[in-house]
Protein backbone atom coordinates (compact mmCIF):
# COMPACT_ATOMS: atom_id res chain seq x y z
CA UNK A 1 0.00 0.00 0.00
CA UNK A 2 1.20 3.43 -0.87
CA UNK A 3 1.18 6.03 1.98
CA UNK A 4 2.31 8.43 0.08
CA UNK A 5 2.10 10.22 -3.49
CA UNK A 6 3.93 13.23 -5.11
CA UNK A 7 3.15 13.46 -8.55
CA UNK A 8 5.32 16.41 -10.09
CA UNK A 9 5.72 18.90 -7.66
CA UNK A 10 7.27 22.32 -8.37
CA UNK A 11 7.32 25.21 -5.72
CA UNK A 12 8.97 28.58 -6.19
CA UNK A 13 8.97 31.13 -3.20
CA UNK A 14 8.09 34.56 -3.73
CA UNK A 15 12.01 35.98 -3.40
CA UNK A 16 12.15 33.63 -6.76
CA UNK A 17 14.27 30.49 -5.03
CA UNK A 18 12.58 27.44 -7.01
CA UNK A 19 12.96 25.43 -4.38
CA UNK A 20 11.30 22.20 -5.39
CA UNK A 21 10.74 21.28 -9.49
CA UNK A 22 9.10 18.83 -11.01
CA UNK A 23 9.63 16.18 -8.08
CA UNK A 24 7.59 12.82 -8.13
CA UNK A 25 8.23 9.71 -6.01
CA UNK A 26 6.06 7.12 -3.70
CA UNK A 27 6.79 6.14 -0.64
CA UNK A 28 4.84 2.35 0.91
CA UNK A 29 3.29 1.96 3.98
CA UNK A 30 5.70 0.96 6.64
CA UNK A 31 8.68 2.19 4.71
CA UNK A 32 11.67 3.78 6.16
CA UNK A 33 12.61 6.65 3.51
CA UNK A 34 15.71 8.60 3.92
CA UNK A 35 15.67 12.18 1.97
CA UNK A 36 18.80 13.19 1.92
CA UNK A 37 20.71 16.14 0.31
CA UNK A 38 23.31 18.97 0.81
CA UNK A 39 21.78 21.81 2.53
CA UNK A 40 19.48 24.18 0.37
CA UNK A 41 18.67 21.26 -1.70
CA UNK A 42 14.84 21.15 -0.74
CA UNK A 43 13.99 18.71 1.47
CA UNK A 44 12.42 20.90 4.19
CA UNK A 45 10.33 22.43 1.51
CA UNK A 46 9.33 18.95 0.28
CA UNK A 47 8.67 18.39 4.51
CA UNK A 48 6.47 21.22 4.38
CA UNK A 49 4.38 20.85 1.24
CA UNK A 50 4.56 16.55 2.31
CA UNK A 51 2.10 18.37 5.39
CA UNK A 52 0.54 20.85 3.53
CA UNK A 53 1.96 23.90 4.86
CA UNK A 54 3.33 25.72 1.60
CA UNK A 55 1.21 26.15 -1.23
CA UNK A 56 2.84 24.52 -4.55
CA UNK A 57 2.59 25.88 -8.09
CA UNK A 58 1.94 22.63 -9.53
CA UNK A 59 1.32 18.99 -8.93
CA UNK A 60 -0.32 16.62 -6.23
CA UNK A 61 0.59 15.61 -3.35
CA UNK A 62 -1.31 12.65 -1.13
CA UNK A 63 -0.93 11.56 2.24
CA UNK A 64 -3.10 8.87 3.52
CA UNK A 65 -5.41 9.21 1.09
CA UNK A 66 -5.36 13.18 1.48
CA UNK A 67 -5.11 15.94 -1.06
CA UNK A 68 -1.92 18.12 0.70
CA UNK A 69 -2.50 20.79 -0.89
CA UNK A 70 -6.84 21.14 0.12
CA UNK A 71 -6.47 18.94 3.19
CA UNK A 72 -3.53 20.01 4.63
CA UNK A 73 -5.23 19.99 8.52
CA UNK A 74 -6.35 16.15 8.13
CA UNK A 75 -2.88 15.47 6.92
CA UNK A 76 -1.33 17.26 10.17
CA UNK A 77 -4.09 15.48 12.55
CA UNK A 78 -2.57 11.99 11.25
CA UNK A 79 0.79 12.26 11.00
CA UNK A 80 4.02 13.17 13.17
CA UNK A 81 5.95 16.48 12.54
CA UNK A 82 9.84 16.82 13.98
CA UNK A 83 10.91 20.21 12.22
CA UNK A 84 14.39 21.31 12.19
CA UNK A 85 15.55 23.74 14.58
CA UNK A 86 12.73 24.05 16.39
CA UNK A 87 12.03 24.62 20.38
CA UNK A 88 9.20 23.59 22.60
CA UNK A 89 7.10 26.12 23.77
CA UNK A 90 9.30 28.23 26.15
CA UNK A 91 6.81 29.31 28.70
CA UNK A 92 6.38 25.65 29.68
CA UNK A 93 7.96 23.28 31.37
CA UNK A 94 8.61 19.79 29.47
CA UNK A 95 5.92 18.25 31.67
CA UNK A 96 2.89 20.86 31.10
CA UNK A 97 4.77 20.65 26.84
CA UNK A 98 3.41 17.03 27.11
CA UNK A 99 0.55 17.72 28.58
CA UNK A 100 -0.48 19.80 25.97
CA UNK A 101 0.08 17.94 23.19
CA UNK A 102 -1.88 15.10 24.96
CA UNK A 103 -4.80 17.64 25.03
CA UNK A 104 -3.91 18.29 21.21
CA UNK A 105 -3.08 14.41 20.01
CA UNK A 106 -6.35 13.62 22.56
CA UNK A 107 -4.36 10.74 24.61
CA UNK A 108 -5.76 9.81 27.46
CA UNK A 109 -4.14 10.98 30.68
CA UNK A 110 -3.13 7.68 32.25
CA UNK A 111 -2.08 6.79 29.02
CA UNK A 112 -0.44 10.20 28.63
CA UNK A 113 1.49 9.51 31.68
CA UNK A 114 3.02 6.29 31.01
CA UNK A 115 4.36 7.51 27.90
CA UNK A 116 5.36 10.67 29.17
CA UNK A 117 7.54 8.90 32.13
CA UNK A 118 8.93 6.27 29.89
CA UNK A 119 10.37 8.50 27.71
CA UNK A 120 11.49 10.78 30.77
CA UNK A 121 13.53 8.10 31.53
CA UNK A 122 14.40 7.10 28.09
CA UNK A 123 16.06 10.21 27.33
CA UNK A 124 17.32 11.31 30.84
CA UNK A 125 14.93 13.79 31.25
CA UNK A 126 13.77 13.40 34.51
CA UNK A 127 15.62 15.80 36.63
CA UNK A 128 14.31 18.72 33.49
CA UNK A 129 10.99 17.78 33.53
CA UNK A 130 9.88 20.87 36.03
CA UNK A 131 12.17 23.30 34.62
CA UNK A 132 11.06 25.70 31.75
CA UNK A 133 11.86 24.93 28.25
CA UNK A 134 13.53 27.62 27.53
CA UNK A 135 16.09 27.13 30.34
CA UNK A 136 16.71 23.61 29.11
CA UNK A 137 20.31 23.01 26.63
CA UNK A 138 19.78 22.91 22.77
CA UNK A 139 19.88 18.71 22.65
CA UNK A 140 17.40 18.77 25.98
CA UNK A 141 15.12 20.64 24.22
CA UNK A 142 15.35 18.67 21.27
CA UNK A 143 15.05 15.42 23.41
CA UNK A 144 11.61 17.26 24.13
CA UNK A 145 10.60 17.90 20.58
CA UNK A 146 11.15 14.37 19.43
CA UNK A 147 9.42 12.62 22.44
CA UNK A 148 6.54 15.36 21.80
CA UNK A 149 6.27 13.81 18.00
CA UNK A 150 5.90 10.49 18.90
CA UNK A 151 3.55 10.76 22.03
CA UNK A 152 0.30 9.91 19.87
CA UNK A 153 2.11 6.87 17.29
CA UNK A 154 1.38 8.45 14.45
CA UNK A 155 1.64 5.65 11.25
CA UNK A 156 3.45 8.26 9.73
CA UNK A 157 6.16 10.22 10.95
CA UNK A 158 8.48 13.15 9.43
CA UNK A 159 11.17 13.82 11.10
CA UNK A 160 13.44 16.38 10.37
CA UNK A 161 17.55 16.34 11.46
CA UNK A 162 16.31 14.52 14.38
CA UNK A 163 19.55 13.93 16.16
CA UNK A 164 21.10 17.37 15.91
CA UNK A 165 22.65 18.50 18.86
CA UNK A 166 22.28 15.14 21.03
CA UNK A 167 25.28 12.92 22.23
CA UNK A 168 26.19 10.03 20.54
CA UNK A 169 24.51 8.01 23.61
CA UNK A 170 21.12 9.14 23.09
CA UNK A 171 21.52 9.44 19.09
CA UNK A 172 21.89 5.14 19.67
CA UNK A 173 18.81 5.27 21.83
CA UNK A 174 16.76 7.39 19.29
CA UNK A 175 18.25 5.19 16.25
CA UNK A 176 16.98 2.43 18.66
CA UNK A 177 13.56 3.93 18.93
CA UNK A 178 13.18 4.71 15.50
CA UNK A 179 14.06 0.93 14.36
CA UNK A 180 11.60 -0.44 16.69
CA UNK A 181 8.79 2.45 15.78
CA UNK A 182 9.17 1.16 11.99
CA UNK A 183 9.26 -2.57 13.02
CA UNK A 184 5.92 -2.11 14.41
CA UNK A 185 4.65 -1.00 10.96
CA UNK A 186 4.99 2.23 10.73
CA UNK A 187 6.29 4.89 8.04
CA UNK A 188 9.42 7.30 8.88
CA UNK A 189 10.28 9.72 6.49
CA UNK A 190 13.65 11.22 7.70
CA UNK A 191 15.04 14.33 6.06
CA UNK A 192 18.75 14.56 7.10
CA UNK A 193 22.68 15.37 5.30
CA UNK A 194 24.21 12.76 7.41
CA UNK A 195 24.85 10.25 5.18
CA UNK A 196 26.06 7.48 7.52
CA UNK A 197 22.62 7.82 9.71
CA UNK A 198 20.49 7.80 6.58
CA UNK A 199 22.24 4.49 5.35
CA UNK A 200 22.04 2.88 8.83
CA UNK A 201 18.49 3.74 9.29
CA UNK A 202 16.29 3.69 6.12
CA UNK A 203 15.09 1.25 3.47
CA UNK A 204 15.38 3.68 0.54
CA UNK A 205 17.02 7.04 -0.09
CA UNK A 206 15.55 9.59 -2.17
CA UNK A 207 18.76 12.33 -3.38
CA UNK A 208 17.73 15.38 -3.71
CA UNK A 209 20.04 18.19 -5.03
CA UNK A 210 18.79 21.25 -6.91
CA UNK A 211 15.21 21.10 -6.23
CA UNK A 212 15.05 18.02 -7.87
CA UNK A 213 15.32 13.90 -6.48
CA UNK A 214 18.43 13.11 -8.40
CA UNK A 215 17.90 9.18 -7.65
CA UNK A 216 16.42 6.95 -5.35
CA UNK A 217 18.20 4.13 -4.18
CA UNK A 218 17.91 0.81 -2.06
CA UNK A 219 19.96 0.84 0.94
CA UNK A 220 20.70 -3.05 0.24
CA UNK A 221 21.43 -2.45 -3.37
CA UNK A 222 24.34 0.13 -2.42
CA UNK A 223 27.65 -1.44 -2.80
CA UNK A 224 29.10 1.29 -0.35
CA UNK A 225 28.16 4.64 1.13
CA UNK A 226 30.64 5.97 -2.07
CA UNK A 227 27.79 5.64 -4.74
CA UNK A 228 25.89 8.16 -2.68
CA UNK A 229 28.37 9.84 -1.24
CA UNK A 230 29.85 10.62 -5.00
CA UNK A 231 26.05 11.68 -5.92
CA UNK A 232 26.12 14.15 -2.94
CA UNK A 233 29.36 15.35 -3.91
CA UNK A 234 29.05 15.42 -7.38
CA UNK A 235 26.64 18.09 -7.08
CA UNK A 236 27.58 20.15 -3.91
CA UNK A 237 29.55 20.22 -0.86
CA UNK A 238 28.50 17.32 1.64
CA UNK A 239 28.55 18.96 5.70
CA UNK A 240 29.32 15.98 7.31
P1 LIG B 1 17.21 21.82 2.74
O1 LIG B 1 16.17 21.46 3.74
O2 LIG B 1 17.59 20.68 1.85
O3 LIG B 1 18.40 22.46 3.36
P2 LIG B 1 15.40 23.97 1.94
O4 LIG B 1 14.12 23.36 1.51
O5 LIG B 1 15.46 24.55 3.31
O6 LIG B 1 16.58 22.91 1.73
O7 LIG B 1 15.81 25.11 0.91
C1 LIG B 1 15.75 24.96 -0.50
C2 LIG B 1 16.04 26.30 -1.14
O8 LIG B 1 14.96 27.19 -0.89
C3 LIG B 1 17.29 26.99 -0.59
O9 LIG B 1 17.87 27.70 -1.66
C4 LIG B 1 16.73 27.95 0.45
O10 LIG B 1 17.57 29.07 0.61
C5 LIG B 1 15.40 28.35 -0.19
N1 LIG B 1 14.36 28.67 0.80
C6 LIG B 1 13.90 27.91 1.81
N2 LIG B 1 12.89 28.51 2.46
C7 LIG B 1 12.69 29.71 1.83
C8 LIG B 1 11.77 30.78 2.02
N3 LIG B 1 10.84 30.77 2.98
N4 LIG B 1 11.86 31.84 1.17
C9 LIG B 1 12.78 31.86 0.19
N5 LIG B 1 13.66 30.89 -0.05
C10 LIG B 1 13.62 29.81 0.76
Same mark, same amino acid.
Given at each position: ??????????????????????????????????????????????????????????????????????????????V???????????????E?????? *???? $????? %?????????? !?? /?DL?????????????????????????????????????????????????????????????????????????T???????V??? *???? $????? %?????????? !?? /?????????
Open positions: MVDINVNKISKTYTNGTKALEDVSFEIDSGEFYGLIGVNGAGKTTLINALTGQIKLDSGEISVLGFDASTEGEKVRANGILPEKESPLSFMTPEYFDFI *GDVR $GIEQK %ELNKKVNSWA !ER /LVDEMDSMNRHLSRGQQQKVLFAGTFLHEPEVVFIDEPLANLDPIIQEELKDYLREYNNKGNTIILSTHHLEVAELCEKLGMNN *GTMI $GEHNV %EDLDSHDDIR !EL /LTNNGDLDE
